[in-house]
Structure formats: C-alpha cells, structure tokens
C-alpha cells in the first residue's frame, strides 16, 4: 500500500513515519521553500499554488493520503483570520492533489475544537459552535474542510478524526508543557479554573494504533478520536506524581476557564469492537 503522508515533519507525523515506514511505501510531504521530489520525499508548501503544480505533474500511485499538515492555532495567532484562510487553502489545495491521485482513501485529522467549550458531553452528533472558543477560528478552519473534503472528493471513502489534544505534544504552549515548565522552574503548578476545567485528552502512542486502524480497515465518516477526559487538577497532580517530589504544589486560581468538555468516542470504540479490536 502507497501512503502519502502530509505535515510529515511534524511532532504526530514524525511518530507516526516511524510505526509505519517499513510496513508501506511512504511519501512524505514536508513543509518547504522550494518545491522537491527525491526518494519519496516531497518539499512543498501546500499554501504555494506553483509548488501544487509541480506536484500534480508528478506521476504518483497512492492509496491512502493521512493530512496532518495544518497551520496551528496558538495565543499569538487566534483571532488572527490567516488562520482561518490559510487552513482553508490548504483544503482547497489538498482537493487538487486528492482528484488527480484519486487514492482509495483518505484520512483527514480534524479537532474536538469544533464543539463548543461549555458544558456537556459531545458526540460526533453534537452542536458545532466553535465561536464561543478561544480557537475560533481553527475550529471552523477543520469542520470547514471536513465539508469541503466530503463535498468535493467524490467517490473517495474519508474519515474524519477529530483528535483530542495529544498528551505528549511538545509544543510550548500547551497545557502539559505548560504546566511541566513551571514545575521544573518553580516545583509548582498554578491551575486555573480552581481545577475544575475537563478535557479530552489523548496519548500519542494511542493515536498512532488509532491511525493504523483505519488505515487497515475501509471506514469512513466522522469519528471523536480520544482516550480520556481529564480534570486540570488531576492533569496537575499527575504530572507532579511523574516528575515533581514531596515539595511540589498546586496553586488553584479562581479565575479562567472552568468548563467540563466530556468527549464522547463509543462510536469508535464500537468499530474498532465490530473489527475485532
């Protein structure tokens, strides 16, 4: 099976090259200035309509497409609409290369930031309201493209994942990293919402077999890709468990966000179940 891999090098995608590379004939699409094709490794900025051009002249057999590749969303850049544009232009881009590939599937990552972050439990089903997020915009940017995948890659089976936050992401800004930093630098952790705040929470090695999953078996539609709903406080606590020592604290702040965001995926668990998992 040919797989092509977009946002390869990034923190899910060099994990998951790594599981997959020796059982599949991988592409990997990496993020460049200057468009290039060499052992199936392909520089292109999926913003750079030239560089798609070079690559739809490419003679590529693929079976599957995993797109990973996205412009995120971070506190220097979330109201900011190039965001939102951006991300839909690699849509638009990813359609092009889908419809002159024409492969069997494709694997679309999404985010549980299409759902609203209040209250409640949410399933594949649920309200899509991401306007009330503090990441708007990335929220609408992937509902838009699971919309405009399914509208405009006719005849191609694509499942949706809508992936919790990734435990182990090493990205600064995270709550994790967030937390560990401060402990490391202060051996404590302030936790906003006085800990009551739930998310979604899901660990990297779980979403990769979660990604092997679908790649070995014909499923498409839109599924909540998660492992577990978890209270900042007890995110706090465990990691002092794992890295912290008899001095480490927690600091409850009254103020920020305190909503409880229970993320639903028996949908997944039920086909993984009805697929002999």
Same mark, same amino acid.
């Given at each position: 099976?040919?797989?092509?891999? #977009?946002?390869?090098?990034?923190?899910?995608? !060099?994990?998951?090259?790594?599981?997959?590379?020796?059982?599949?004939?991988?592409? !990997?699409?990496?993020?460049?200035?200057?468009?290039?094709?060499?052992?199936?490794?392909?520089? @292109?900025?999926?913003?750079?309509?030239?560089?798609?051009?070079?690559?739809?002249?490419?003679?590529?057999?693929?079976?599957?497409?995993?797109?990973?590749? @996205?412009?995120?969303?971070?506190?220097?850049?979330?109201?900011?609409? +190039?965001?939102?544009?951006?991300?839909?232009?690699?849509?638009?881009?990813?359609?092009?290369?889908?419809?002159?590939?024409?492969?069997?599937?494709?694997?679309? *990552?999404?985010?549980?930031?299409?759902?609203?972050?209040?209250?409640?439990?949410?399933?594949?089903?649920?309200?899509?309201?991401?306007?009330?997020?503090?990441?708007?915009?990335?929220?609408?940017?992937?509902?838009?493209?699971?919309?405009?995948?399914?509208?405009?890659?006719?005849?191609?089976?694509?499942?949706?994942?809508?992936? +919790? !936050?990734?435990?182990?992401?090493?990205?600064?800004?995270?709550? *994790?990293?967030?937390?560990?930093?401060?402990?490391?630098?202060?051996?404590?952790? #302030?936790?906003? /919402?006085? &800990?009551?705040?739930?998310?979604?929470?899901?660990?990297?090695?779980?979403?990769?077999?979660?990604?092997? *999953?679908?790649?070995?078996?014909?499923?498409? &539609?839109?599924?909540?890709?998660?492992?577990?709903?978890?209270?900042?406080?007890?995110?706090?606590?465990?990691?002092?468990?794992?890295?912290?020592? !008899?001095?480490?604290?927690?600091?409850?702040?009254?103020? /920020?966000?305190?909503?409880?965001?229970?993320?639903?995926?028996?949908?997944?668990?039920?086909?993984? =179940? =009805?697929?002999?998992?």
């Amino acid at each position: 099976m040919n797989i092509l891999v #977009t946002g390869s090098n990034g923190f899910i995608g !060099q994990h998951l090259v790594k599981e997959i590379k020796n059982r599949y004939k991988l592409y !990997q699409l990496i993020n460049g200035n200057k468009y290039n094709l060499h052992n199936n490794k392909i520089t @292109a900025n999926l913003l750079n309509i030239n560089h798609i051009k070079f690559l739809l002249k490419e003679e590529l057999k693929i079976d599957v497409v995993i797109h990973l590749a @996205a412009k995120m969303c971070t506190t220097n850049n979330n109201k900011d609409f +190039s965001l939102l544009n951006e991300n839909i232009k690699i849509y638009e881009n990813l359609v092009l290369i889908i419809n002159k590939i024409r492969p069997k599937k494709v694997i679309n *990552f999404s985010s549980t930031a299409v759902y609203p972050n209040i209250d409640g439990e949410y399933l594949e089903s649920s309200e899509i309201r991401p306007s009330i997020n503090n990441d708007c915009l990335y929220g609408l940017a992937k509902f838009c493209g699971e919309n405009i995948l399914d509208s405009l890659c006719e005849g191609i089976d694509i499942a949706h994942l809508r992936v +919790s !936050q990734v435990a182990e992401n090493n990205r600064s800004d995270r709550v *994790f990293e967030v937390m560990k930093k401060e402990l490391f630098e202060n051996n404590k952790i #302030t936790v906003y /919402g006085n &800990g009551n705040r739930i998310s979604g929470f899901i660990g990297i090695n779980t979403l990769i077999k979660k990604i092997n *999953f679908f790649l070995e078996n014909d499923i498409k &539609g839109i599924y909540n890709t998660s492992e577990y709903n978890l209270s900042y406080k007890d995110l706090a606590s465990n990691l002092i468990s794992e890295y912290g020592d !008899q001095k480490s604290s927690i600091s409850y702040i009254d103020s /920020g966000v305190s909503s409880k965001v229970i993320i639903n995926s028996e949908k997944l668990k039920k086909t993984e =179940q =009805q697929h002999g998992l």
